[in-house]
């Protein structure tokens, strides 16, 4: 009885004392409202992408950046604002995301196909059927009507490290096939040199435009770090120092945003487990990576 007093104890003091306010503003899939120091990426991504409203196809994407220079965040941004502004105008866009580092999402040639196709409302079989038939399914799909398909790939190296870059020279293809709808892909990478190791024969189907994100500084760390404390904690929650000691971690692992905000996060967890209203320099630091 005891025992669960105590637990009742803890679990109660998670419950009425929290310093949180949001905290899914801390977690890795949170798209904010506004994405500060990169509003010429943001730009240039938009232009690229710009004319599928008029339903015309846009040049392939490829981006490239070290981890957490904001590479995802910058084109789901851009892909629910594009999304919202086609569905003003009554214009069919569709832009499908996957990540190819998921197990089982693109890991061979017919599970990305399956994924896509899923994407776009039906269900098929993970496996038995034979390739040729799911880009026939696909195609059927998209080509009933005069639309634009927009693919975004995302860590689009590991599925090529997986499979081959074959399935990319298949994809660009099937617009040869396509009466109504056409086709483009965003490809985002982490490996700087991702289009190198390429089939140069492949890589001229993609005939593509790339984008590189440099890393944060300290001082844009700093930034991005404040503005999401403000939605992630209660008002004199966070003590000082501890934004600049995040930052300061974060940027001598290449300017990771997402290294800063985990460091925050866990901060705060920290902490919330010790019972303390505040946090202070004693809960930040860098903790192992999974």
């Given at each position: 009885m005891e025992r669960k007093e105590e637990l009742d104890a803890i679990?109660?003091?998670?419950?009425?004392?929290?310093?949180?306010?949001?905290?899914?503003?801390?977690?890795?899939?949170?798209?904010?409202?506004?994405?500060?120091?990169?509003?010429?990426?943001?730009?240039?991504?938009?232009?690229?992408?710009?004319?599928?409203?008029?339903?015309?196809?846009?040049s392939n994407l490829f981006i490239y950046g070290l981890t957490g220079t904001g590479k995802t965040l910058?084109?789901?941004?851009?892909?629910?604002?594009?999304?919202?502004?086609?569905?003003?105008?009554?214009?069919?866009?569709?832009?499908?995301?996957?990540?190819?580092?998921?197990?089982?999402?693109?890991d061979t040639?017919?599970?990305?196909?399956?994924?896509?196709?899923?994407?776009?409302?039906?269900?098929?079989?993970?496996?038995g059927l034979p390739t040729q038939h799911l880009y026939h399914r696909f195609t059927s799909l998209i080509d009933s009507r005069k639309q634009v398909l927009?693919?975004?790939?995302?860590?689009?190296d590991q599925a090529v490290a997986k499979i081959g870059d074959e399935f990319l020279y298949n994809l660009t293809r099937l617009n040869s096939e396509l009466n109504n709808a056409q086709i483009s892909l965003v490809g985002i990478s982490n490996n700087l040199k991702f289009l190198d190791s390429i089939d140069p024969r492949v890589k001229s189907s993609l005939s593509e435009e790339e984008i590189l994100f440099?890393?944060?500084?300290?001082?844009?760390?700093?930034?991005?770090?404040?503005?999401?404390?403000?939605?992630?904690?209660?008002?004199?929650?966070?003590?000082?120092?501890?934004?600049?000691k995040c930052a300061a971690y974060a940027a001598r692992e290449h300017g990771d945003a997402r290294r800063a905000i985990d460091l925050l996060r866990v901060s705060g967890e920290l902490a919330e487990r010790e019972g303390k209203q505040k946090i202070c320099l004693l809960y930040t630091s860098p903790s192992p990576r999974d």
């Open positions: 679990f109660e003091s998670f419950i009425r004392k929290t310093i949180f306010k949001n905290k899914l503003s801390l977690q890795i899939n949170y798209t904010p409202e506004t994405i500060p120091h990169r509003e010429e990426q943001i730009k240039q991504v938009a232009r690229i992408l710009g004319p599928s409203l008029r339903l015309e196809k846009p910058v084109v789901q941004y851009v892909r629910k604002e594009l999304l919202r502004k086609a569905a003003e105008q009554n214009n069919l866009l569709l832009m499908p995301y996957i990540n190819c580092k998921l197990r089982k999402v693109a040639e017919y599970r990305i196909l399956t994924e896509l196709i899923r994407k776009l409302g039906v269900n098929l079989p993970s496996t927009i693919i975004i790939l995302d860590e689009i440099p890393p944060y500084n300290a001082i844009q760390l700093q930034d991005i770090l404040r503005r999401r404390a403000e939605e992630a904690f209660k008002p004199g929650v966070v003590g000082e120092g501890v934004i600049e």
